[in-house]
């Protein structure tokens, strides 16, 4: 049998991570590429004896020849606190790495999917956020690095499709959780976690009022991989996560009760243009992929805890958080 050959860059991060098993696990040779700026070695450790698996440390912001017959973009960091730590570097991640994977799946005729993001909707008017919504995105706030970046990634891709004809998918991608995500990442799955399980204040921003709908990451997996596998044409971007929405009070107060934590919520000020509400409208994926999400919030955390509280009681990745 021909495997297929597939690059999933950011793959030594969360989301990255779980895909690079998916795929050796659907019998395709997996190249990881990665600058580990936010990804992990221990996410990948469990795959490195695969011999259908290789690693490569590379920067997408600079060409990659390699050979290939399907592209995953996944490199870009993705929490407010690692993107906006060199947004230079992180807009630079999501324009130039768009520019160099097109180039090179061009180059080898070969099918890319775009990992974006629900951020394209900034904090949005319409709810919940179907496709053809717009967004409205502070351009020179600082979320921007990442917000517009992954915008502009998106035009690429489709003046690329009229362009060149190629063959481009673009997910956009709704807040995932789950195991693998970085301890100390400061999105607010991971963090609530990590300080109910050390009896920490659950820091809540703002009024805790806002919402997230929150996607657990084996769904968003199966999602994505129909995404990229579906044999028809898809025209447009295509809305993955789970339209369950909660406020962050509401969130704090679950991972307690799943905990069985002592914390209390402490509130704290809210960062600045943090979305109030955010929903997907996944009506297109449903019809396109058959797809939605069927993992529960309560089963989705109560994986996601298993994990953190393992980690934290590893002397050696406690030292680290
Ligand atoms: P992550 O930070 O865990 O993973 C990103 C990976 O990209 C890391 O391994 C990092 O080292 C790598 N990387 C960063 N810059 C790079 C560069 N210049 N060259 C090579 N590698 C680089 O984040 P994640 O949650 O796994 O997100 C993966 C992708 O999915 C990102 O593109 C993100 O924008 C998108 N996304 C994620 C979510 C989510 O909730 N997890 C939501 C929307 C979109
Ligand atoms: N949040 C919070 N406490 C934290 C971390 C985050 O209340 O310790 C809030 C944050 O203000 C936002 C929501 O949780 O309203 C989701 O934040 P995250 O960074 O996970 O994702 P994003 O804002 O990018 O959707």
Redesign the pocket.
């Known amino acids: 049998m021909v495997r297929k050959r597939v690059l999933v860059?950011?793959?030594?991060?969360?989301?990255?991570s779980h895909l690079c098993a998916r795929l050796l696990k659907q019998e395709c040779e997996v190249l990881c590429?990665?600058?580990?700026?936010?990804?992990m070695r221990r996410n990948i450790e469990p795959l490195l004896d695969e011999p259908a698996f290789e690693v490569m440390r590379?920067?997408?912001?600079f060409p990659l020849y390699v050979e290939v017959d399907e592209i995953y973009n996944?490199?870009?960091?993705?929490?407010p606190i690692?993107y906006q730590r060199d947004p230079i570097?992180t807009t630079k991640?999501s324009v130039l790495?768009a520019i160099n994977m097109l180039g090179l799946a061009k180059r080898l005729h070969a099918r890319i999917l775009q990992?974006?993001?629900?951020?394209v909707y900034g904090d949005p008017e319409v709810h919940p956020q179907p496709e053809s919504y717009c967004g409205v995105v502070n351009m020179v706030g600082p979320r921007a690095c990442y917000d517009e970046g992954?915008r502009c990634t998106e035009t690429l891709f489709y003046d690329y499709r009229r362009q060149h004809r190629m063959d481009v998918r673009v997910a956009r991608?709704?807040?995932?959780?789950g195991p693998n995500m970085?301890p100390q990442?400061g999105r607010v799955v991971s963090t609530f976690i990590v300080q109910a399980l050390r009896g920490e204040p659950i820091t809540i921003f703002g009024s805790g009022q806002q919402t997230r709908s929150f996607c657990y990451v084996d769904d968003l997996i199966d999602g994505m991989t129909r995404l990229m596998n579906v044999s028809q044409d898809i025209e447009g971007p295509v809305n993955l996560g789970n339209p369950v929405e909660m406020t962050m009070c509401e969130l704090g107060e679950l991972v307690i009760a799943l905990t069985g934590s002592s914390s209390r919520l402490e509130f704290r000020a809210l960062p600045q243009d943090d979305p109030r509400q955010r929903r997907p409208d996944i009506t297109l994926a449903r019809r396109l992929l058959h797809w939605s999400p069927k993992v529960s919030l309560e089963e989705g955390l109560v994986r996601t805890i298993s994990y953190f509280d393992r980690l934290l009681a590893d002397p050696s990745e406690a030292d680290k958080l």
Not at 33 to 39: S, Y
Not at 173 to 177: D, E, Q
């Open positions: 860059t950011g793959g030594a991060g969360f989301l990255g590429v990665d600058n580990f700026f936010t990804g590379h920067d997408v912001t996944l490199a870009c960091p993705a929490s690692h570097q991640t790495g990992a974006s993001t629900s951020e992954k991608i709704f807040n995932t959780y970085h990442d």
